[in-house]
């Protein structure tokens, strides 16, 4: 059974602070890992897709690595702003016969102070 | 593009009760899937639809059913309501054939709330 996890669950950092958040999958036979984020109350909204073939997808100040083989991916945040206070999430997708499956993280909540 | 959108926002019903929840996909997209995220459990996975076929099922009681119209747009029932059913319903719409592997698009979700 694929299990997803993220640490730290919290994290706070003055603004202009790099972000580094982490997300640790069991199975590593994913297709592909997308990192959302996610204010409160709201929906999510996707941030950045990796498949399984990549090493790695950058967009704006966002950089997202893959190491499939241990089971990792880190969601970098250059410099960051009060607006990336959130919380982020990983979800890795995992093709089978079976049908495929979405498996989240518990996501980590950033809080950047001003 | 309009994104997902969800009706309602909010909902408050009592135990025993049943509700049923909707969801409009974007425009061409054929896959629809739910979730309920609670703070305890986190976001997880109820079921899929595609073609108004499910195609996937996650691990909830039969008490939750969905189905998929013509138009690709969703409900979810749950019926006979329990205290534990409070969360955020999210779902979400993909272009291709089950839950991917094209990117997948949330609508806002729907809060309920169960007294």
């Known amino acids: 059974k694929q299990e997803v996890t993220q640490i730290p669950a919290a994290l706070s950092v003055p603004e202009g602070e790099n972000l580094v958040l982490n997300c640790s999958f069991t199975d590593s036979a994913i297709y592909n890992l997308q990192w959302f984020r996610q204010d409160p109350g709201k929906g999510l909204t996707s941030l950045l897709l990796i498949q399984s073939s990549q090493r790695e997808q950058t967009s704006g100040r966002l950089n997202a690595s893959l190491d499939k083989s241990s089971g990792r991916s880190t969601l970098y945040i250059a410099a960051s702003q009060p607006g990336d206070s959130a919380t982020y999430l990983c979800?890795?997708?995992?093709?089978?016969?079976?049908?495929?499956?979405?498996?989240f993280g518990g996501g980590t909540r950033v809080l950047v102070k001003p | 593009k309009a994104g997902v959108t969800q009706t309602p926002r909010y909902l408050i019903k009592t135990r025993g009760q049943q509700v049923t929840l909707s969801c409009s996909p974007i425009s061409g997209h054929r896959s629809v899937s739910w979730y309920q995220q609670t703070p305890g459990q986190g976001l997880q996975f109820l079921f899929e639809y595609f073609s108004e076929t499910q195609r996937n099922k996650g691990n909830f009681p039969g008490r939750f059913s969905g189905r998929q119209f013509s138009n690709s747009r969703s409900e979810m029932n749950v019926s006979t309501l329990e205290l534990g059913d409070s969360a955020l319903y999210l779902c979400?719409?993909?272009?291709?054939?089950?839950?991917?592997?094209?990117?997948?698009?949330f609508g806002p979700g729907t809060r309920l709330t169960v007294l």
């Open positions: 979400a719409s993909s272009l291709l054939a089950p839950q991917g592997p094209d990117t997948q698009y």
């Open positions: 979800a890795v997708l995992l093709i089978k016969a079976a049908g495929n499956k979405l498996t």
